[in-house]
């Protein structure tokens, strides 16, 4: 097993090796990836479609929003998957008391945590509201904010943790998440567009047909950001007390 | 109304998951009401959606997402949904088997996931909701992104089945995620050489510029045939699927057993087709056509002798899908349009064969208590209708007259003919032949059974069962999806000339 898993390693290997000798020499702007007719329409006419400077956004919340959102869904499926699988609803050993040792962390760790989590959470909801301009976004908040709560638990205890963001909370979170995301282009469908096409929106936001693209890129940032906070931390939570949620690390 | 039904197709389920997974907790009863009517409307626009490709001139619907129009000098910005009849048609099969194994689950989800009912029925939705996307999708990274969507679902779903679920759903993720990879791979290097990711404008770009010859685009296609058949389990990649197919949750199991891997050699025959074309796929500078025949021809063979060896009926019936795998590829592969339309027909005909069968297996598991076909005896008498269902679906694998199976045959030996390959005709006819030992070795002992047997088995202890004739029936919920699918394998026989020029006019125009 162990030569064929080698005769199948190096096969493969060479097949990468073969595919390079025709590539784009490394950094070339002329190649087609950087060049072709639609990088160069991204590079060249995404701030006047869609008003937005950050053209990375632009391509991941608007010419493929219909990625992102799946994208998104993908994450919401590790998250309801990880419950479906681990969750353990028979409730916690009677025999052993988890909740005593779920004191959390030592008094220094506390004190730490206490000082820098407002400040990680600011940081990560400007993360989310500044995606559209500069470099960030609902994914990146969303793990920022997600592991603010991670922190807490591990400084506080899960229990602690839980009373703020409780598991039923958690779930309400990811679907509304997904559910703005979705709804929102649903919303571009009623108005008489396509599935995600935000420049009908401009009959119901301020500004023209460009700036409703980029408010309604924002919109669906804060829908990812909504998502990913919430699995990030029922993962956490899940995978660090195998499916009983009572108790911490 | 009628343009936006591709997207309506796959906007149902998806709130109907989120609707689950809200409500469930709560009210746990209605998850199986929610998901039956959020897959009865996607199923109902699927129909309509094969209505209006086939009514209108136009034959294909093209979906921009976001409407973007193609802005950059006539290429694609957007994301496209590309909706042919071929689509229309497995978009269908998906939703309605979807539908269908809804009603199955009613009493099976509480019985076999207690207390996660909400969870699986979230996830299945979600499962119908990316193969679908996958079938109508026109982006060739969209695709991978939904074949991430149907990978994840279907981990959760399969490890939620008994213990021995969890390992086979752990290789297969090992398996799943080595696929996945090396279709992504494959993706990279298309988009590196030709800048796009639209599969027309993939197609057009090698073809302005001439790739065809280039190393890169030659290793691109191999990482994506790779991929699709690590995911559609052929023949020496096909390891992950037995255990994992028979140790899910049996409603599971009902549904990825048809679907999965068809819905994996769409992608495969999209992919030869429309994102390569039919010169560079079939064309005599590369050796690979013999080979994967070959392939496919072993694949074949050993699938049904794999079937043959086991006794275990959940077992056979997945080495029974391996060996239809390499029907489908061998089929996609002969060069003519015989063969691929042969293959795609197999692809609906061998969906509602094997729904047919993993129901009724699958009912015949939880009566008898025991899946080796030994426990099997004088089935006939004990659960009639069951096994008229369970008798239909086997003719059809076997391959008998007006069942869709024995057509599905017919074109793909046609095809195998026209092209030459008589291995490839050899290995069908031996697998038909196959199929008919194991399948009339289990008709022997559930028709005549061990006679001596019978007072035994009548006798009033047997509580569930009806003193008078000693049937021991299951609830309709689980008999009505039975005959809908077994309904459907003569149904898709007795249509088989109309489908199959629908088809062969879809796939002629990308043959020539």
């Not at chain 1, 500069?134 to 229990?159: C, R």
């Not at chain 1, 693209?213 to 669906?220: D, G, H, I």
């Not at chain 2, 690979?288 to 063979?301: C, D, F, Q, R």
């Not at chain 2, 129901?359 to 076909?373: H, P, Q």
């Amino acid at each position: 097993m162990k030569v064929f898993g080698l005769v199948a390693v190096f096969v493969v290997g060479l097949l990468l090796l073969s595919a390079t000798q025709d590539f784009p020499s490394w950094g070339n702007p002329r190649s087609a990836a950087s060049d072709g007719e639609v990088s160069s329409f991204y590079i060249e006419k995404t701030e006047a479609v869609t008003k937005v400077p950050n053209m990375v956004t632009a391509v991941l919340a608007d010419f493929r929003g219909y990625d992102t959102m799946f994208e998104t869904v993908v994450i919401f499926i590790a998250g309801i998957g990880i419950i479906a699988v681990l969750r353990n609803f028979e409730g916690s050993d009677s025999s052993i008391d988890y909740d005593n040792d779920d004191n959390g962390a030592g008094l220094l760790a506390r004190f730490t945590c206490s000082l820098i989590l407002p400040f990680i959470q600011i940081f990560a909801l400007y993360v989310v509201a500044h995606g559209h301009h500069s470099p960030g976004g609902g994914f990146q908040g969303g793990v920022m904010l997600g592991a603010s709560y991670i922190l807490l638990a591990l400084a506080f205890g899960l229990s602690k943790a839980k009373r703020i963001f409780s598991e039923r909370r958690t779930m309400i979170f990811a679907v509304v998440g997904i559910f703005i995301y979705v709804g929102w282009g649903v919303l571009c469908l009623l108005l008489g567009g396509e599935f995600l096409n935000y420049s009908v929106l401009d009959s119901i936001l301020p500004g023209d047909a460009m700036m409703a693209r980029s408010y309604s890129m924002l919109v669906v940032e804060i829908g990812v950001a909504f998502t990913v906070t919430a699995i990030m931390f029922s993962m956490y939570s899940n995978l660090s007390t195998r499916g009983r949620l009572s108790k911490g690390l | 109304m009628t343009e936006h039904f591709p997207i309506l197709i796959l906007l149902v389920p998806l709130f109907g998951a989120l609707i689950v997974v809200l409500l469930g907790r709560e009210r746990p009863e209605q998850c199986w009401v929610t998901s039956l009517v959020s897959l009865g409307i996607s199923s109902i626009i699927s129909l309509f959606t094969i209505i209006v490709v086939f009514s209108d001139k136009v034959q294909t619907i093209r979906y921009r997402m976001g409407g973007w129009e193609p802005e950059a000098n006539g290429y694609e910005v957007g994301i496209e949904l590309r909706v042919d009849i071929l689509a229309a048609l497995v978009v269908f099969a998906v939703t309605f088997v979807g539908f269908v194994n809804t009603i199955y689950s009613k009493t099976r989800a509480e019985a076999e996931v207690q207390g996660k009912v909400p969870f699986f029925y979230a996830l299945i939705q979600l499962l119908i909701v990316g193969l679908c996307g996958i079938v109508m999708t026109n982006d060739a990274f969209n695709l991978y992104v939904l074949i991430e969507i149907t990978s994840l679902t279907s981990y959760a779903l399969i490890a939620m089945g008994n213990r021995r679920a969890v390992l086979s759903s752990f290789n297969y993720v090992i398996m799943g995620t080595i696929g996945a990879s090396f279709y992504l791979l494959g993706v990279g290097y298309l988009y590196i050489k030709t800048g796009t990711l639209n599969i027309d404008d993939i197609r057009m770009v090698l073809g302005n510029d001439n790739l065809w010859e280039h190393q890169s685009i030659v290793v691109a296609f191999i990482f994506i045939m790779l991929g699709v058949w690590t995911k559609m389990a052929f023949f020496p990649l096909h390891g992950w699927l037995p255990n994992a197919y028979a140790y899910a949750p049996s409603m599971t199991g009902t549904f990825m057993a048809p679907l999965m891997t068809k819905v994996m050699v769409y992608v495969m025959i999209r992919v030869m087709l429309w994102l390569f074309g039919y010169e560079f796929v079939y064309s005599g500078q590369h050796v690979w056509k013999e080979l994967i025949i070959w392939m496919s021809v072993l694949a074949i063979v050993a699938g049904s002798l794999l079937a043959l060896a086991r006794t275990d009926i959940k077992k056979m019936l997945t080495y029974l899908i391996v060996a239809e795998v390499g029907y489908m590829v061998g089929g996609a592969w002969l060069g003519n349009v015989t063969g691929q339309a042969g293959a795609f027909y197999h692809i609906l005909s061998d969906a509602a064969m094997t729904f047919c069968l993993f129901i009724a297996a699958s009912i015949i598991v939880l009566r008898v208590g025991d899946s080796r076909v030994n426990a099997f005896d004088n089935l006939f008498r004990k659960m009639p209708l069951t096994m008229i269902g369970f008798t239909v679906g086997a003719l059809s694998m076997i391959g008998l007259p007006p069942t869709c199976g024995f057509f599905s045959k017919w074109y793909l030996i046609s095809g195998g003919i026209e092209a030459g390959q008589w291995e490839y005709v050899c290995a069908l006819i031996f697998s038909s032949l196959v199929n008919a030992i194991i399948f009339f070795r289990i008709f022997e002992r559930a028709y005549f059974g061990k006679i001596a047997g019978v007072k035994e088995d009548l006798s009033p202890s047997d509580s569930d069962a009806n003193p008078d004739t000693g049937i021991k029936e299951v609830p309709w919920s689980m008999l009505v999806p039975l005959f809908i699918a077994s309904g459907f394998v003569l149904l898709l026989g007795i249509m088989n000339r109309t489908l199959f020029e629908w088809i062969q006019t879809a796939l002629e125009v990308m043959n020539t």
